[in-house]
């Protein structure tokens, strides 16, 4: 079965601001994504849980998708305007899909 090269981009947010990278990744033609919530984690900060939390503002989301290489320094650089003033973090892999048309 032929397999095709795309890249996962995983981006980790402040919940306040998830709406909009979710409108930026559309504007720029992503045609799928998907965001999870992120329980807890640590970083520069240090340790930290969403357990306890009330509202959206203390909390963290991951927005993951999957597009073609050529598409990624792009849409990087959409991302990083959201980032600039923000806490988050992106992650990005090489990955295979099987239907490349829907990417």
């Not at 909390?59 to 806490?87: F, K, N, Q, T, Y």
Request: aromatic fraction near 2%; glycine fraction near 10%; charge should be neutral.
């Amino acid at each position: 079965m032929e397999m095709h090269d795309a890249k996962r981009v995983e981006i980790m947010i402040e919940a306040v601001m998830e709406k909009r990278l979710t409108d930026l990744l559309i504007k720029a033609g992503v045609t799928g994504f998907s965001v999870l919530p992120v329980k807890g984690g640590s970083g520069r900060s240090g340790q930290w849980s969403r357990q306890g939390m009330v509202g959206r503002a203390d909390g963290m989301s991951c927005v993951i998708c999957m597009i073609r290489p050529e598409r990624l320094d792009e849409l990087l650089e959409a991302v990083l305007s959201v980032l600039e003033r923000h806490i988050g973090v992106v992650n990005v892999t090489d990955a295979k899909v099987l239907r490349a048309e829907r990417f």
